[in-house]
């Protein structure tokens, strides 16, 4: 669930089908700059109602690590 969410998000933010994205799919595959990243991280941060501090989004490599950040905040918060 919060993958699939995860990549809609990347989908929709970097024009891309959803199809082509997985969780081993690196940012820098897609040309993700680091603003792209953290424009992403505050779109994750709205649709999870959670925070991801600047240390954790700065070691973002790929949608899985993404997604594992998310779901690691999203629990914590519930």
């Not at 990549?7 to 082509?20: G, M, N, P, S």
Request: aromatic share 6%; charged share 35%; net charge negative.
């Amino acid at each position: 669930m919060v993958l699939d969410k995860i990549i809609a998000l990347v989908a929709e933010q970097f024009r891309l089908d959803e199809d082509e994205l997985s969780e081993d799919t690196s940012f820098e595959e897609i040309g993700a700059d680091d603003m792209d990243i953290a424009d992403l991280v505050l779109a994750v941060e709205d649709a999870f109602e959670t925070e991801i501090s600047i240390e954790e989004a700065n070691a973002l490599k790929t949608i899985g690590d993404l997604t594992d950040l998310a779901e690691k905040a999203w629990s914590a918060g519930e």
